[in-house]
Nanobody, 125 residues
Framework: QVQLVESGGGSVQAGGSLRVSCVAS??????IGWFRQAPGKRREGIAT????????TYASSVRGRFSISPEKTKNTLYLEMNDLYPDDTAVYYC????????????????????WGQGTQVTVSS
């Protein structure tokens, strides 16, 4: 069972930037994605990639503002968030899906098998 630990959340003003981290163990052979859930809203997939390489996938709500980048030597996936809006306020989670072959990864939360504890991101206007 993969273990995931997020860190790096916090508070920022609108237009600002924040980076959150996800350490996954084990890291290889997984889709690892970033998700978020705001109060009263459904959990939303925002970005994901396959740890063995290949394309990243972004939700339209964050494309062009958010980016994910892996640091394989540290078993870590970063989510860089720029030009933040108050609507980006949510608990941000990383999650993993076992995938023993390369390919695009889904943003559907129900497909993911293991989840981190989440980290709060608050954007004030």
């Amino acid at each position: 069972q993969v273990q995931l630990v997020e860190s790096g959340g916090g508070s920022v003003q609108a237009g600002g930037s924040l980076r959150v981290s996800c350490v996954a163990s084990p890291y290889a052979n997984h889709c690892i994605g970033w998700f978020r859930q705001a109060p009263g809203k459904r959990r939303e997939g925002i970005a994901t990639l396959y740890t063995g390489g290949g394309p990243t996938t972004y939700a339209s709500s964050v494309r062009g503002r958010f980016s994910i980048s892996p640091e394989k030597t540290k078993n870590t996936l970063y989510l860089e968030m720029n030009d933040l809006y108050p609507d980006d306020t949510a608990v941000y989670y990383c999650a993993a899906l076992w995938r023993p072959y390369q390919g695009s990864c889904t943003l559907l939360p129900s497909r993911y098998e293991a989840w981190g504890q989440g980290t709060q991101v608050t954007v004030s206007s």
